[in-house]
């Protein structure tokens, strides 16, 4: 490799060193709570893209799900002032799984 060819990739992975540095800062800045709420709204989504997908996905839908729940009902108020939004989302999507459970024949 050319000299600046190498001096090419320090300068990259210098830049990508301080893009990360700078992103940890700012999820640092952030109340963990919110960081939670995101990512068990991240798996409502996933749940709902399995539900609604073509073949269903009841496995990977029931995964997701379970996992929501367990955050949702594991670290309950800790989530902060969106708690009772969570519990609701929770119960709207296990609703919904029963309801495309059901519309698909599959068995309990």
Request: proline residues 6%.
């Amino acid at each position: 490799m050319s000299p600046e060819a190498d001096e090419h990739d320090d300068d990259a992975i210098r830049e990508a060193a301080a893009a990360l540095e700078e992103a940890r800062e700012r999820l640092a800045s952030v109340p963990p709570e919110v960081v939670v709420t995101n990512h068990v709204m991240g798996l409502y989504e996933l749940a709902a893209i399995h539900l609604s997908s073509e073949p269903v996905d009841l496995v990977s839908a029931a995964l997701a799900i379970d996992a929501v729940g367990c955050l949702v009902e594991g670290l309950g108020p800790r989530l902060g002032e969106e708690h009772q939004t969570m519990v609701d989302a929770l119960a709207n999507i296990r609703m919904a799984f029963v309801q495309v459970k059901s519309a698909t024949g599959a068995p309990d």
